[in-house]
C-alpha cells in the first residue's frame, strides 16, 4: 500500500470516528462509491470518475477543468465600456478569459454595467444572450452563486424553480450559493438547514441539477452540540464536530454538494483549532482539509483555487494573493485528495483588482498569471 493511499484510509476512518459514524454509514455519506474506490481515493478513484490515472508528474488540473469565478474580475464585468478600452461587460471579459486559456467560468450573479453590450442580461433572455457569449468563445458555466431560499414557501420555491431553469439555459451542471447553509454555531440550526437542503437538493435534481454550498473558514469552526446548556437552552461545548463535516453526515449525498475554498479552509486550519470538550477542558483539533475531501471527494465537485501567502500578523494567517504565488501547497492538496482530474477548479481572488496595487487592468492581469500557474500544477 503506498503512502497517500494509506494516509487516504486513515484520513476516512478518523472522520467517521470524529462523526460517530459505522463504515456503513460512513460509506452513506459519501457520493455512493465502492468501498474500495471511497476509501482507497487512489486509481480506483480516479477511474470511478472516468479519468485515467496518471503518474506522479501528471497534470493536476486538466485543461477542461480550469475555470474562473466571475466575481474575481468583477471591476472589468461592470465598468462603462464608453470610459475605457479595457475588457468591459461580459462578452469582453468572456473573450479575454477565453484567450487567456480559461474553459469555465462560474458566475457571482447576473450583473454588468448597463452600458455593456446585451444592457440588463439578469432574466431569461439574458441568460440566452450570454449562454451565446459562452459558447462563441468555448467556455463552459459551471456554477452560481446565486441566492438560496432560506426558508420554503410557495413564493420562493417559485423562485428557485426559475433560478433552475436559468442554469438549464447557461448549461450549468451546478446551482449553488457563496454563503454556509447558516451562519449558527448550534446544532438545531444547522439540522433545520439540512432539512431545507435536502429537500431543494432533491428538487434541483428534479431539474438535472447539483446544489452546492461554498465554504468560509467560519463553516469550519466547532459546532456547539454539548452541554451545559445556557439561560436560553442552548449547548455551549463540543463534542469536536465541525459545523460542515456534521452538515455533510446529515444531508443526501444524492442531492447535496459542496464548493471548497481552499484559501478559507487553510484559514479555518489556522484559526479554528481548539475546543471546548463537554467535560471543560480544551481540546486542540488541527483541520485537515484534504483528509476531508478524500474521505468523500465525489462530494465536492468544485473548488475555489485561491491562493495565500503566510501572514500572522493578520487575523486569517494568509493575505490573498494570485494563483501559484502564495503559500498553500496546491500540488500536494490535490494529490491527496483523490479522483484526480476530476475536480472544477475555479481560481478565485477577492483582491484581484486592488493587487499589488488598484489598477484597471489588475483582475485581468492577476487572472492570466493565475492560469497560467494553475496549468503548471503537477503531482
Excluded at 476509501?39 to 496518471?54: D, M
Excluded at 470538550?277 to 481540546?283: F, I, K, L, W
Amino acid at each position: 500500500m503506498d503512502e497517500l493511499t494509506h494516509r487516504a484510509q486513515e484520513d476516512a476512518r478518523a472522520l467517521g470516528g470524529r462523526l460517530g459514524l459505522n463504515r456503513r454509514q460512513l460509506l452513506a455519506a459519501t457520493t455512493g462509491m465502492a468501498a474500495a474506490a471511497v476509501l482507497g481515493l487512489g486509481g480506483a478513484g480516479a477511474a470511478h470518475a472516468g479519468v485515467k490515472p496518471t503518474g506522479p508528474n501528471g497534470v493536476l488540473v486538466p485543461p477542461p477543468r480550469r475555470g474562473i469565478i466571475l466575481y474575481t474580475v468583477r471591476d472589468a464585468i461592470s465598468r462603462d465600456p464608453a470610459t475605457t478600452d479595457l475588457p468591459s461587460g461580459f462578452r469582453r471579459v468572456f473573450e479575454a478569459l477565453s484567450g487567456m486559456g480559461y474553459q469555465q467560468v462560474e458566475f457571482a450573479g447576473f450583473g454588468q454595467h448597463a452600458n455593456a453590450e446585451g444592457g440588463n442580461v439578469n432574466n431569461v433572455a439574458g441568460a440566452h444572450l450570454l449562454r451565446t457569449w459562452l459558447d462563441d468563445n468555448g467556455l463552459r458555466a459551471q456554477g452560481n452563486h446565486g441566492s438560496i431560499p432560506s426558508t420554503l414557501t410557495d413564493a420562493t420555491l417559485a423562485a428557485f424553480d426559475q433560478a433552475c431553469e436559468v442554469a438549464n439555459i447557461l448549461g450549468l451542471d451546478h446551482i449553488g450559493t457563496g454563503s454556509d447553509p447558516t451562519g449558527s454555531a448550534y446544532v438545531a440550526d444547522w439540522q433545520a438547514a439540512a432539512d431545507r437542503w435536502n429537500l431543494l437538493g432533491e428538487r434541483a435534481a428534479s431539474h438535472g441539477l447539483k446544489l452546492y454550498t461554498h465554504n468560509h473558514d467560519v463553516a469550519y469552526s466547532f459546532l456547539l452540540d454539548s452541554g451545559p446548556l445556557d439561560s436560553q437552552g442552548r449547548p455551549t461545548r463540543s463534542s469536536g464536530i465541525r459545523r460542515l463535516e456534521w452538515f455533510l453526515a446529515h444531508t443526501d449525498p444524492a442531492y447535496v454538494y459542496l464548493e471548497l475554498d481552499i484559501y478559507w479552509a487553510h484559514v479555518a486550519q489556522y484559526k479554528h483549532r481548539t475546543y471546548t470538550a463537554p467535560d471543560g477542558s480544551q481540546v486542540t483539533s488541527i483541520f485537515d482539509p484534504a483528509a476531508v475531501v478524500a474521505a468523500q471527494t465525489q462530494r465536492f465537485p468544485l473548488f475555489h483555487a485561491k491562493d495565500g501567502r503566510i501572514n500572522t500578523a493578520s487575523a486569517n494567517g494568509y493575505d490573498m494573493v494570485p494563483f501559484g504565488t502564495g503559500d498553500i501547497d496546491y500540488a500536494t492538496f490535490y494529490r491527496r485528495i483523490g479522483a484526480k482530474g476530476h475536480h472544477h477548479s475555479m481560481y478565485e481572488q477577492d483582491n484581484a483588482g486592488s493587487y499589488p496595487a488598484p489598477s484597471a487592468s489588475a483582475s485581468l492581469d492577476n487572472a492570466a498569471v493565475s492560469y497560467d500557474n494553475l496549468a503548471a500544477l503537477r503531482g
